[in-house]
């Protein structure tokens, strides 16, 4: 294959150069600026189409500007866009009220938040406020927020606490190992090792924590630590576990609700109820609304204390509040979730020819269509390439699909409108990609650092 190379006009680069003079913030190279979105594509200033393979940050599920929620979205803000926390509107309890709907009977209260990070804190602080314990046990891998609380219950690796010190709040304990039956921790195999990772873990507990366990929290499936998606057994035992140490069970579903596993919260997958259920991403419509749903009884007991409920200058907003509901009534209303089961399966089928016919793509993971690539240096190691995750995301772009890979997981998360066709096409387009990627282009293009790159050398970016 010959090289291939990005065609930027003179405006566009004049935006990149704006952009580096006064933004700070990660980017990927080249840091294409993009202008406008419809559906699952999405446009740059030059007005050159790609697939938004990521849903913007997971966060849209029908994709961009969808004409019902624009709809929805030009009413209100020509009503009420913001008000004062210490008063409500009709848009944040009708929201309130159809998460619960879709919620196992007793999870109904909703705390409002606006960043995940927030949401898990609100979460965390009901654990410890219920319990009158202070430990919060977190999975190895998991990955929960970047504000301070949050930040000492992740462990993705790379650079995000590196240098935090004391801020980092004494997380006690990140004790629970990652059910990541492709790379084990204790170096067994599934199902014969009866999920040994977590009777490991236990023990862990009792050498770890102070014994004074307020609350576990875990994501049903670990997505930014590699997308871990754990056996069966795991999430009910490790709800047993939560109950054996007299603890609260927080289920981070930022990555995952709604419908993007194929069932509308990815603990249905399992039946396991959390006490504590937080959400952001997705279930947010793109919006800044996030936020932590737990029962009466627990709401109840915790109410006056601990900062609870909790609030803020936004949570609750009825802009913000308008798109999610109005989203989370298409994603119920067009059956989304069984529409995810359905292409996840062909879109997983056909990952996996890229993965059987290349040595640098070890295994295929994810859950509906939420898939993930592990890009290695070879099958037999095992041994994560960071470096040509990087370069299979350039040559993606290339191709016309803007995608996230962080360190060497490369993410395949698109709308839940997608079609048939559009994954045939960028089935495709990734095909060309790889390949273009194994002959070594680009060859004269120094994209170290761009920030799939820059995380692994100590820094951070948003997962
Ligand atoms: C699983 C998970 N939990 C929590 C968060 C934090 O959400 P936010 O960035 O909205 O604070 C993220 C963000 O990527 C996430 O992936």
Redesign the pocket.
Known sequence: MTDKSFDFSATHKKWMERDSAVVLGWRYHPKVIFRSGRGTVITDVDGKDYYDLNSGMMSLPLGHSHPEVTEVIRDVAGKMVHQSSWYTNPWAIELAELIGSTLPPGLKLVNFAV???EA?EIGMRMAIAKTGKFDIVSVIRG????SLAVEAMTTVGGGRRKGLGPLIMPARANAILPPFCYRCSVNLTYPSCDVKCLKTSEELMEHLTTKEVAGVIA?PIL??GGMIVPPKEWLPRLKELTRRWGALLIL?E??LAPARTGKFWAFEHTGTVPDVVTF?KGMSAGFAV?GAVTTKEIADEVSGKLGLPWSGTYPGDPLACAAAKKTIEIVLRDKLAERSAKLGAILRTKLEGLRDRYECIGDVRGEGLYQMLDIVIDKKSRAPDPAMGERIRYNLLLEGVAAICVKNFMRVSPPLIITEAEIDDIVGRLDVAVRRSLEGHPKDVDFSSSSSLAETRGRRA??
């Open positions: 960043t995940g990070s898990n990955l929960h927020g970047g994501e997505v930014p981070d930022m990555q952001g996030c948003a997962e």
